[in-house]
Structures are given as structure tokens and as C-alpha cells.
């Protein structure tokens, strides 16, 4: 027993992980800033959704979220007090070049912002992991000239932008992540429409947008603006800074419902191939530069081409797998072969079960609709992912609600024991440890989404996501420790390798 925490079914993975092993949490700007309008920070698109009535669950905006602009200094001593030896937080594009555009000039009071954190960061021993875009696109470059639907445009602006970054931060951050999540952006802002900058097909809810081009497009512009700020880092920047760059991808495990059935097989490759090869088949795969075949088949021409040298640019251009994953879903085919594919599916044509043909359930029920705890889905991604790629994987997002926590402050103890949120992380992180135990998968980071309870997007404070509550009626947002931080920490110690 350590600290009330029992680690003797993982005594066998006792030090299974590198010694220099990077844990910690990952966090977001929208999610967590606050300062929306202070001191010279231009709006992102998700300021405009904030503030345009209907758009979020419980009508909420990020003005305020948990105040981590003015707070940080308090945030950075919760952490170490967690024992993390990493960070992974977003830059918000809009606080640094308010207008967004490569001829807009910088704010240097947001530089400053960042700049101390980074500072305050590795005085703690903290080692700051960057990510340059985490879904605010500047305001006024979805005005402008409607953003990654220009491709030309928005490249320019998108390496300006990084290049600034680069060069007021590179000195002490090693490690950046140009996006978070490209697949996801593309699809809930494009797609469903539920995201910033609200685009869809869904004429009742959305003016604008073609869910059956637009994700795409927007894709592809990730991608070749991604492969764009990668060649700048490598040419003019990695030589004296000698840090790492990549690009993080979601991607959640996808089980046949029955596996006996070839259709429902297929459809478990396709949901992969949909959801994670879109990104990682043109970044890590090898042979011809192109998206998965199984998605050119279902799209034809509204799926974009690449260049030639879109294809040198793309091909190669992240040093790491970055992992973002949460859960696992049965699927199914949902249009049987011969009849036409709905234009708007973005999928792969699924249907999506909780339970298998044998009723088993793909896992406990977290306060998340999408979100079941399902290690055993954790455990094969690592595999399908290891073996498709061999790249080395980061995981930069992993991490649970739980039910009950929606109280008012001050919290029992009871509510602060979250021991679902304690059993994912096992859970979780045990199939992590074990992967590199047993099978050598070259595992080197591990972030927990996350850091505290925040402004989950279009659900606003209705999910709680951290490993500290938040009371978000406070003033001052105040931060009660959820006993997983506790966990987390204990469950390290025991799984890093001694120095
Ligand atoms: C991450 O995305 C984000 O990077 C992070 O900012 C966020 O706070 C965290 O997840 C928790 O949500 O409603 O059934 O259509 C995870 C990928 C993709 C998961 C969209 C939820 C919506 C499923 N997300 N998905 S559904």
C-alpha cells in the first residue's frame, strides 16, 4: 500500500516504463484562459460561438472558464504538487497575432502571458509540450476569407503564426504539436456543425456550410499547413533548438459487432481507416502518399488530391505518433453494398453498438454520452497503431468524466474520491505499461485529460473532465483536488523506472 493506493496486481510493471518517461495533463487555451477580451487578445471563432445564443448546452461561454490566465502560477504548484514531470497546453493564436493574418502585428502582452508560463513551468521541473492549434482559428480569418476553406491563405498565416512561436519559444520548449485533432476538427465544425466555425449541411441548424466537400477540404488544409510549419521548424529552427515536432491524432478503437461477420469486420478496418489513417496514412504510412483507399471508394473526387510536393511536405512530417484516445465502439455497415451512400456520411458508412452480438458491454458508463471505460480498446489501438506505423507514440489525451460531480461547492470527500475516474487511469494506464513491458511498443509520454474540470466546448461546464474540481460559481475558480491526482501520482512513481 502506498498512500491508501494498492499496486499489487501491477507489481510485475513496477518500473515497465522509460526513465524519462514524460507524464502529466494536457489542457487547452478556450478550455481553461479565461482573459477572452483582456489585454489585447482578438477573438477565435469560438469566442463568436460562445456568444451566439443556442450554440452551447447550458449557455455558457469561456469568458472567464477557470481563469488560468491569471491563475497559472497557482495551477503550476497544483501540478507539481500532482508530481507530473510534463505539460501539454495550446497556444490561443488569437492572444499572440489578435487578427490572425501573416501582415497582423503580434501582441506582445500575449507573448508575455505564454512566456512566463513556459518559465514558471521548467522552474517547477516541468517540461512545457506546446500545441499551436487546439481549434480556435481567429475571428477575423473566418471573416476575412473563411479560413482552411483557403487553402493558399490560410497556410501563410497558419506558418507566420508558428514561426513566431518558434522563435519566442523555441529557446526553451522542445516539444510542439502543430494540431490537436485534425480529424475531429474538420468533422464536428464541418460536418455535424456543432463546433466553431459552425459549417454543416443541417439547413435547420446551421446557414452555411457543405457537409459532403467542406471536412475534407478542411482535412487537407491541416495537413499541408501542418507539413508547411514542420519544414520551417526542421530548416530553420531544429538545428540550434533541437527540439521535436509532430501532430497529434484522435482515434478511438473499433471492434466488429460480431467478428465472425466479414461485412462487420470490414467495417471495424473502415471506422480505423475513416477516423485515424486520414491523418496518419498520408503523415507516417509508406508507398504512394494518399488517403486510405477504402475512403477514396466512398468519396471519389470530393476527397482532395496531393500534390507532388504536398506529398514531400506531408510524407514524414511528425517525429512521433501523437495519440489522443478515449473509448471503443462495436460497429456494423450501416448501407448494404449496391446502395448509394448518403454524401453527407463522413464515417465510413457504421453503425455504432454498446454492446457486442454476445451483449458485452464495451465497457462502464462514464457522465459521457460517447464515453465508455474500455481498456481492452486502449490495448489494441496501441498494437494496430505500433504495428501500421512504427512510429514512437506519445499519448498527449487520455482521461474520463464520472457521474455525481455536478454538486455545489464545496464538494464531500466522497464526490473528490472519484474512484471511476481512478479505475480508467488504471485500467488504462496498466494496458500502456503493459504494451511496453511485453511487447516493446515504444511508449514515451502519457497526458491525462485532464488537468481540471473546464469549458468542454460546445457542452460548456456540463462534463467534467479533470483530475481537480472546479467551482466554477467562485470568483476565483477555486481548485479542489480530485483523489485521482493522488492516484496518478503514486501509480507513476510505481511505474517509472528508477533514474
Ligand atoms: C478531445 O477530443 C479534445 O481534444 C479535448 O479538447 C476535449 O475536451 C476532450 O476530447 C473531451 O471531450 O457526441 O457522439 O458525436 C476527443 C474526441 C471527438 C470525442 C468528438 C467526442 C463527439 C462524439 N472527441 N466526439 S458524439
Known amino acids: 500500500m502506498v498512500n491508501g493506493f494498492d499496486f499489487a496486481l501491477e507489481a510485475e510493471l513496477k518500473g515497465a516504463l522509460r526513465k524519462d518517461f514524460l507524464w ?64 501539454r497546453f495550446s497556444l490561443s493564436w488569437s492572444r499572440i497575432i489578435p487578427l490572425g493574418s501573416a501582415s497582423d502585428p503580434v501582441n506582445e502582452a500575449g507573448l508575455a502571458f505564454y512566456s512566463d508560463l513556459i518559465d514558471e513551468l521548467l522552474a517547477a521541473g516541468i517540461t512545457p509540450f506546446l500545441t499551436l492549434f487546439h481549434w480556435d482559428v481567429p475571428a477575423a480569418l473566418e471573416e476575412r476569407y473563411k479560413s482552411m476553406l483557403n487553402q493558399d491563405k490560410f497556410v501563410k498565416d497558419f506558418v507566420r503564426y508558428a514561426r513566431v512561436c518558434f522563435e519566442r519559444f523555441g529557446d526553451r520548449v522542445k516539444h510542439w504539436i502543430t494540431y490537436n485533432e485534425p480529424g475531429v476538427y474538420a468533422l464536428a465544425g464541418y460536418a455535424g456543425g456543432a463546433h466553431a466555425p459552425n459549417r454543416s449541411s443541417d439547413r435547420e441548424k446551421y446557414d452555411e456550410g457543405d457537409t459532403s466537400t467542406e471536412p475534407w477540404i478542411v482535412g487537407h488544409t491541416q495537413l499541408v499547413s501542418h507539413g508547411h510549419v514542420v519544414k520551417v521548424y526542421r530548416d530553420e529552427f531544429q538545428p540550434k533548438q533541437g527540439g521535436t515536432i509532430g501532430i497529434t491524432l484522435s482515434g478511438n478503437w473499433s471492434e466488429p459487432w460480431d467478428v465472425e461477420d466479414e461485412s462487420d469486420r470490414a467495417a471495424a478496418q473502415r471506422a480505423l481507416e475513416f477516423e485515424i489513417a486520414w491523418f496518419a496514412d498520408p503523415v507516417h504510412g509508406i508507398g504512394e502518399v494518399d488517403y486510405p483507399a477504402c475512403m477514396r471508394e466512398q468519396l471519389g473526387d470530393r476527397l482532395p488530391t496531393f500534390t507532388d510536393n504536398e506529398k514531400k511536405l506531408v510524407r514524414g512530417s511528425s517525429d512521433f505518433y501523437g495519440m489522443n484516445t478515449y473509448t471503443a465502439f462495436f460497429v456494423r455497415t450501416a448501407v448494404p453494398p449496391g446502395s448509394p451512400i448518403p454524401p453527407e456520411d463522413h464515417k465510413g458508412n457504421l453503425l455504432w453498438f454498446d454492446e457486442n452480438k454476445q451483449g458485452v458491454s464495451r465497457g462502464a458508463e462514464s457522465d459521457t454520452e460517447w464515453l465508455r471505460t474500455s481498456p481492452w480498446g486502449f490495448a489494441k489501438l496501441l498494437r494496430w497503431i505500433w504495428s501500421r506505423y512504427h512510429k514512437p507514440i506519445f499519448v498527449t489525451e487520455n482521461g474520463t468524466t464520472t457521474k455525481g460531480e455536478h454538486v455545489s461547492a464545496p464538494p464531500r470527500e466522497d464526490v473528490l474520491n472519484d474512484t471511476h475516474r481512478i479505475e480508467f487511469y488504471r485500467s488504462y494506464v496498466g494496458e500502456l505499461a503493459k504494451a511496453v513491458k511485453e511487447e516493446g511498443i515504444d511508449i514515451r509520454s502519457y497526458f491525462g485529460w485532464t488537468l481540471m474540470d473546464n469549458w468542454e466546448w460546445a457542452k460548456g461546464y456540463t462534463d467534467r473532465f479533470g483530475v481537480t474540481w472546479i467551482d466554477f460559481e467562485s470568483p476565483e475558480k477555486t481548485r479542489y483536488p480530485k483523489r485521482s491526482a493522488a492516484f496518478n501520482r503514486q501509480y507513476f512513481k510505481h511505474l517509472i523506472a528508477e533514474a
Open 24 to 87: 502529466g495533463y494536457a489542457t487547452a487555451a478556450p478550455q481553461i484562459e479565461g482573459a477572452w477580451n483582456i489585454d489585447g487578445k482578438g477573438p477565435s471563432t469560438w469566442d463568436v460561438l460562445a456568444h451566439t445564443p443556442g450554440r452551447v448546452l447550458d449557455n455558457s461561454t469561456g469568458d472567464d472558464a477557470c481563469r488560468s490566465y491569471d491563475f497559472f502560477k497557482e495551477d503550476v504548484k497544483l501540478m507539481k504538487s500532482y508530481g507530473v514531470n510534463a505539460y
